[in-house]
C-alpha cells in the first residue's frame, strides 16, 4: 500500500507508515482516527452539559429505569444526538480514566515520599513506571484522537477526571 494513500484526507498529521514485526497499533490508530469523532470545545461543553444533566437526573434515582430516564433527559438539555453522545462519551471515558489513574499514583508516590521502609522502596520505581506508561498512553490518544484534541481535553482535565469518577461511580453501583 501506498504511504500517502490518506495524505488528501486532511490526516497528514499521523504518519502514514507500513507496519513492521507485530506492532500494529500506530496503524490502527491511524485508521481508527479516520473514523472517529472530530471534538471542537463547543462539542466538548456539550458532552460536559451531558454527563452534568444525566448525573443530576441519575444520581437522584434507583433503578436502570431512571439511569434510562436520566438519559434521554441529558440528551434533551446537551441538544446532542445520541450517537454523537456515545461517541464522545467513549472518548471522556478513555482519557478520564486515565487520568484518574495518574492522579491515585500520583497520591500513592506522595504518601510513600517520606516513607524509608524496603517496602516503599521497591514501591516508588514500579510506580513511577507506571506513571510514565500512562502518560505514554494519554499522549497515544493524540494518534487515534488528534493532538489538539488532547490538548483540550488536558485544558478540562480537572472537569473531566471529577464527572468520569462520578459516572463510574453510578454506573458500577449495580
Given at each position: 500500500?501506498?504511504?500517502?494513500?490518506?495524505?488528501?484526507?486532511?490526516?497528514?498529521?499521523?504518519?502514514?507508515?507500513?507496519?513492521?514485526?507485530?506492532?500494529?497499533?500506530?496503524?490502527?490508530?491511524?485508521?481508527?482516527?479516520?473514523?472517529?469523532?472530530?471534538?471542537?470545545?463547543?462539542?466538548?461543553?456539550a458532552l460536559i452539559s451531558y454527563q452534568r444533566a444525566f448525573l443530576a437526573d441519575a444520581?437522584?434515582?434507583?433503578?436502570?429505569?431512571?439511569?434510562?430516564?436520566?438519559?434521554?433527559?441529558?440528551?434533551?438539555?446537551?441538544q446532542l444526538e445520541a450517537l454523537t453522545a456515545e461517541r464522545?462519551?467513549?472518548?471522556?471515558?478513555?482519557?478520564?480514566?486515565?487520568?484518574?489513574?495518574?492522579?491515585?499514583?500520583?497520591?500513592?508516590?506522595q504518601q510513600l515520599e517520606g516513607a524509608s521502609d524496603a517496602r516503599a522502596e521497591e514501591l516508588r520505581p514500579r510506580i513511577r513506571g507506571e506513571l510514565a506508561s500512562q502518560e505514554r498512553e494519554t499522549d497515544a490518544l493524540g494518534r487515534r484522537y488528534g493532538d489538539a484534541t488532547v490538548a483540550l481535553l488536558r485544558e478540562h482535565e480537572d472537569v473531566l477526571v471529577d464527572l468520569h469518577t462520578r459516572m463510574t461511580g453510578l454506573l458500577s453501583r449495580g
Open positions: 500500500m501506498p504511504s500517502d494513500l490518506f495524505d488528501d484526507n486532511g490526516f497528514q498529521d499521523v504518519r502514514n507508515v507500513e507496519p513492521r514485526g507485530s506492532n500494529l497499533s500506530a496503524a490502527d490508530d491511524r485508521t481508527l482516527r479516520m473514523a472517529s469523532l472530530v471534538l471542537d470545545r463547543a462539542l466538548l461543553e444520581e437522584q434515582g434507583t433503578g436502570d429505569l431512571d439511569v434510562a430516564r436520566a438519559h434521554t433527559r441529558a440528551l434533551e438539555a446537551s464522545g462519551i467513549a472518548l471522556l471515558r478513555s482519557f478520564g480514566g486515565r487520568r484518574w489513574t495518574v492522579r491515585k499514583l500520583q497520591d500513592k508516590l
